[in-house]
């Protein structure tokens, strides 16, 4: 480093006299979020080189070591104790995570085009045309400013797929909000805390109003209600993508020009990464208000337009987007391999008088960050000026191995990019003691009619409509599958599907969320969320040989090592299922610190929360299925064998039921089993399909007949399942794995050759005389009920809430 | 020069002022919201009239009151609240690139503040207005002032969420 840099205005950390109470109290007052063994090693580094950092160097070396950034968590080695068994983790993402995807692409090799090395991970369409998907998390920023939060979180996840590959086309979104229960009274929630009602409310708008302003359709989603979420609300975002095969590589080389696109440079979002790796205190609302932003779709739209057509013109060598850690992170990485050099007086800003570090720190949405040849300048130029948005050389790559800023004509930083993205690993030690069996409480099923009634309305199973209408769900035209059909357009689907331009095919996505499971049993709910996500886009018409999945973790604290414990073993089981179906992962993306922390010292944190995206191939648009029954006289099938799963189920929780077993998954069987159905939707035999999740049989039965304008009738009795299982345990266990689907009568003998060996019933028929849901057991009617008033608790049960 | 102009719709009754809560209030008191315009402007006062009454208001429904003070009748409270500084205001952000492209004959808009105004109306306990203003303003992107009427205590009639 020159003698000049001591001139510059910034500023110097004596690093090198502090102890080791200095450093942490520096990495608390500067909102660093990095532990004692982080500031050691940075103070060992500078060390090396004999003087101390400045302000833009520790800060670009806190954001880039963050968890939001580096995801130390799920690379730590790891300890893990389950009962008497101790196991060491060399890294749960390479454990659990790469090497199954791994081992299961060697099996397919053509399918997964690129995983985990680049903003998203890209699948082979048609050989020409390749999709990615890619889920983030913006839970800290939404717990402050629901608004802003839900906004900044679908807006920057749109740029994460703009700037995967050369700027793959943004063709779809999704979303999923765990929240606290929206009748939860005001004094329940803490004064400093939004109340679950507005957290919604605010984050429905906020996506709302960032997608429908981009022309991007959003078209999946889940929501979950849980006291569990009521201090810190989950909100994950997800896009997904297209691009052509060839323009998913990318390179940076030396003497590339940095080009940055789109809005200016203010102090927004100053500390987001490092932000999102802190949990939230009652001082959060005020104290963080500068990582908060609302979000400028209007600014996206135009860089999302120039970035598309300067892409089609073959002007990008290298893109990415400025997320969080801003231009440290994004020209951090871009130039990780090279070096390069960044002059920050030429970026342009909303204000003035930022300092050099909040200039490369700054979050400030809308931007991107692209690797451009000389050559390829101008036109980019005219484009950026057609499309109305702002294009700027800021530096250009170099062979130096490091990374250079300068500010006023003065280096401010000067890292090597070796040490720079070479963040310590952490090791950790977990622990999983499996909870003890609660006592069994069983509710006499005496009243099965105000039992499915009460399930219907509740708020985990009412009908998101009042949600879903709010979001253009059509803009492009392609949405094919849509998240509402049936002959009121009010029947929900599992997976919905986006026709994709060029390619003869569509994408399935489907979202799947059960953190009640992972309170009994964490691995077992990684199992149900992978087998849900996939069975949704099974049941859509998707390949099950043709999926891929995506992964989004949410904690509380990691250093808990029973918190730790619970997550490890979600893993597990996750990891498992994914084997099990095949299913290799593109993407994920962790969240930790989702912990509030009351003035009183108190402690709360989150039940451990797997989100899993399911994105799947629709070979040919006969194949798609919607899930409303679609004739009278038609045969009412279910696939799959019902156990007595119905622990931590929305019946147990909302009937008060305890001791219940929450779904396993059948290693075995359960990719035939799917398989085994495509083979009967590629016959055309199958004419609508539903899968049972949430509420079991029961409720996907009401939930296919709603939209019919029929009645349909069924037996028991004739339903695969455990021995001696009750009407109640059929009814409403959320068993894996199981299927309902309607059929012509015709094509029972094809179907039941098709599930020769495997377990398939038919269990009763669509009824066109009447419109009740009839229920026998062993041909005694144990529920007749009409389904018009079975829907209208369901239909409103969320809509006195918006 | 500063001038306010409230657009009022007329065709929005007060309604329930629960729906600006999370769970109901014990007075059950009802509300009507209006937005008010603060324009720091040069030119013309008429040729703002002017851009007021064509691109901020549909004149249909919607009627425009000068000077932008509360208009509320007696026992009514008048709830103001506003983005904070530096928040985007996209809504503003557009008018303002509006004003500077379509360029009004002798009028120059140099800024605006949006303002959401909610008059809730008798019956009205202090209580209850101080959970409204819970609910409604997000302290961290929002600020508020609050124009209580007679019939409460008067010292208390105004603040804001940072004071």
Same mark, same amino acid.
């Given at each position: ?30 909102? +660093? ?18 003087? /101390? ?25 790891? !300890? ?119 957290? +919604? %409310? ?230 999983? %003691? ?84 992972? !309170? ?23 390949n099950p040989d043709l999926i891929a999945l995506l992964d989004n973790f949410c904690m509380g604290n990691p250093d808990d090592p029973e918190e730790l ?69 038609s045969m009412v099938c279910l696939l799959g064998t019902t156990h007595s799963e119905r622990g931590a189920g929305v019946y147990e929780r909302v009937l ?42 029961? !409720? ?83 529920? /007749?009920?009409? +389904? ?15 | ?126 209580? *209850? ?13 929002? *600020? ?20």
């Amino acid at each position: 480093m020159p003698e000049s840099v001591l001139a510059a205005p910034y500023e110097t950390i004596p690093i090198l006299d502090m102890a080791e109470a200095d450093l942490e109290s520096l990495s608390r007052s500067r909102k +660093l979020s990095l532990g004692i063994s982080d500031l050691l090693e940075i103070k060992s580094y500078f060390k090396s080189t004999g003087r /101390n950092p400045t302000c833009v160097e520790l800060e670009t070396i806190a954001q880039t070591w963050s968890e939001h950034c580096k995801h130390r968590i799920f690379n730590a080695r790891i !300890v893990h104790r389950s009962n008497r068994d101790v196991t060491p983790i060399d890294g749960l993402f390479e454990t659990f995570i790469r090497n199954v995807t791994e081992e299961i692409n060697r099996d397919k090799p053509d399918f997964v085009l690129s995983a985990f090395r680049d903003n998203a991970g890209f699948i082979n369409l048609n050989g020409r045309l390749a999709a990615c998907l890619k889920v983030e998390t913006h839970n800290h920023p939404s717990a402050i400013e629901p608004y802003g939060g839900a906004n900044t979180g679908l807006g920057g996840v749109i740029r994460d797929v703009l700037g995967a590959g050369k700027g793959a086309k943004p063709v779809a979104s999704i979303d999923a909000f765990c929240v606290g229960m929206p009748a939860a009274s005001r004094e329940s929630i803490p004064a400093d805390r939004i109340h679950p009602l507005g957290v +919604l %409310r605010g984050v429905v708008r906020g996506v709302r109003d960032y997608g429908n302003r981009m022309g991007i359709p959003t078209i999946a989603g889940a929501i979950v209600f849980d006291s569990g979420y009521a201090l810190n609300p989950l909100v994950f975002c997800g896009t997904a993508g297209v691009l052509p095969v060839d323009e998913i590589l990318k390179e940076v080389r030396p003497e590339l020009n940095i080009v940055l696109l789109g809005g200016r440079t203010g102090r927004d979002g100053l500390h987001g990464a490092t932000f999102s790796s802190a949990s939230l205190t009652s001082e959060s609302p005020t104290d963080d208000r500068r990582a908060v932003q609302i979000g400028n779709p209007i600014e996206e739209k135009k860089l999302m337009d120039c970035v598309l057509k300067a892409r089609e013109r073959g002007l990008i060598d290298f893109i990415t987007d400025c997320g969080a850690g801003g231009l440290s992170s994004a020209a951090g990485e871009m130039v990780s391999e090279t070096g390069g050099r960044v002059y920050l007086d030429r970026v342009p800003l909303k204000e003035e008088n930022l300092a050099c570090w909040e200039i490369f720190l700054s979050e400030s949405q809308e931007r991107m960050v692209l690797g451009v040849r000389d050559e390829h300048l101008d036109a980019l130029r005219n484009l950026a000026e057609m499309y109305d948005t702002e294009c700027t050389v800021i530096g250009e790559t170099t062979d130096t191995g490091s990374l250079e800023v300068f500010h006023q004509d003065i280096k401010v930083c000067d890292l090597e990019c070796e040490f720079l993205h070479s963040a310590p690993r952490r090791t950790l030690r977990s622990e999983y %003691r499996p909870r003890a069996a609660a006592a069994s409480i069983l509710v006499p099923p005496t009243d099965l009619r105000a039992a499915l009634r009460t399930i219907l309305s509740d708020v985990n199973v009412a009908s998101r409509e009042p949600v879903i209408r709010q979001y253009d769900h059509e803009v492009q035209g392609n949405t094919v599958i849509k998240p509402l059909g049936g002959l009121n357009g009010d029947n929900p689907a599992d997976g919905t599907c986006i026709r994709v331009d060029g390619s003869g095919k569509s994408l399935a996505i489907g979202v799947a969320l059960s953190p009640s499971y992972g !309170v009994l049993d964490p691995y077992r709910m990684g199992q149900s969320c992978v087998d849900e996500a996939i069975r949704q886009v099974v049941v859509a018409g998707a390949n099950p040989d043709l999926i891929a999945l995506l992964d989004n973790f949410c904690m509380g604290n990691p250093d808990d090592p029973e918190e730790l414990g619970a997550l490890v073993e979600c893993v597990r089981g996750m990891s498992a299922a994914a084997q099990i179906f095949k299913a290799p992962f593109i993407s994920g993306k962790d969240s930790f610190y989702n912990c509030y922390e009351s003035t009183d010292g108190r402690t709360v944190s989150i039940p451990v929360t797997l989100l899993v995206s399911a994105l799947g191939v629709v070979e040919e648009k006969r194949h798609l299925t919607t899930t409303a029954f679609r004739r009278a006289n038609s045969m009412v099938c279910l696939l799959g064998t019902t156990h007595s799963e119905r622990g931590a189920g929305v019946y147990e929780r909302v009937l008060g039921e305890t001791g219940g077993v929450v779904p396993g998954l059948d290693p075995d069987r359960a990719l035939e089993l799917y398989r085994c159905f495509y083979r009967c939707v590629r016959e055309g035999w199958v004419r609508s399909a539903h899968d049972l999740s949430d509420g079991g049989l029961a !409720v996907a039965l009401a939930e296919m007949a709603f939209a019919s304008g029929g009645g349909v009738e069924i037996d028991l009795h004739n339903v695969s399942c455990d021995p001696a299982l009750s009407s109640v345990d059929i009814l409403f266990s959320e068993s894996n794995s199981r299927i309902l689907f309607e059929s012509d009568v015709e094509h029972l003998g094809g179907i039941a050759r098709c599930f020769d060996g495997l377990p398939f019933s038919i269990i009763g028929r669509t009824i066109g005389h009447h419109s009740n849901l009839v229920v026998r057991a062993a041909k005694e009617v144990i529920l /007749n009920e009409p +389904l018009k008033e079975l829907k209208l608790p369901w239909k409103n049960g969320l809509q006195r809430y918006f | 020069m500063r001038s306010r102009f409230e657009i009022v719709n007329r065709l929005m009754n007060f309604v329930s002022a629960n729906e600006l809560v999370y769970s109901p209030l014990d007075s059950a008191p009802l509300y009507r919201r209006t937005r008010v315009y603060d324009i720091d402007y040069s030119g013309s006062s008429e040729g703002l009239r002017h851009f007021v009454r064509g691109v901020l208001t549909d004149e249909i429904v919607e009627e425009i009151m000068e000077d932008g003070r509360p208009t509320a009748a007696e026992g009514t409270a008048a709830l103001d609240v506003f983005l904070k500084p530096g928040v985007l205001d996209l809504e503003k952000e557009y008018i303002l690139r509006y004003a500077n492209g379509a360029r009004p004959a002798n009028l120059e808009i140099h800024d605006l503040a949006i303002i959401q105004r909610y008059y809730i109306q008798h019956p009205c306990e202090e209580a *209850d207005i101080r959970r409204i203003v819970g609910d409604l303003v997000n302290p961290v992107i929002q *600020d508020w002032s609050i124009c209580l009427p007679p019939c409460l205590p008067a010292g208390r009639a105004g603040g804001r969420s940072d004071a």
